[in-house]
């Protein structure tokens, strides 16, 4: 069992820059892999961001490129979130899962067996 909280949530202004936590804990052995995802309202939850530290790999919607960036250290990881704007309005969902190859897709909620609460995150125009 893997319990994750996400921290870092707020309000800010377009243009602004946001930092999200989220840590796992656990006590089983073995590396937990997390990503990041985002759900606004009337809409999915989608893939954001993931992260294979042991590789190097990160994994970005293309929404975000270039605007987050996510990294990961041991069982933490953090998502930066820069200029932002009123569509990266969202609740934003960590997740964990313990093999580190995807079976279809970073984005596929399936490959991820751990969530966290969210934590919600509002951007003004």
């Known amino acids: 069992q893997v319990q994750l909280v996400e921290s870092g949530g707020g309000s800010v202004q377009a243009g602004g820059s946001l930092r999200l936590s989220c840590v796992a804990s656990?006590?089983?052995?073995?590396?937990?892999?997390i990503a990041w995802f985002r759900q606004a309202p009337g809409k999915e939850r989608e893939g954001v961001a993931a992260?294979?530290?042991?590789?190097?790999r990160t994994y970005y919607a293309d929404s975000v490129k270039g605007r987050f960036t996510i990294s990961q250290d041991n069982a933490k990881s953090t998502l930066q979130l820069n200029n932002l704007t009123p569509e990266d309005s969202a609740i934003y969902y960590c997740?964990?899962?313990?093999?580190?190859?995807?079976?279809?897709?970073?984005?596929?909620?399936?490959?991820?067996?751990?969530w966290g609460q969210g934590t919600q995150v509002t951007v003004s125009s």
């Open positions: 997740a964990a899962r313990r093999r580190i190859a995807f079976t279809s897709s970073w984005k596929a909620e399936k490959e991820y067996n751990y």
């Open positions: 656990t006590v089983a052995r073995g590396n937990i892999y």
């Open positions: 992260i294979i530290p042991g590789l190097g």
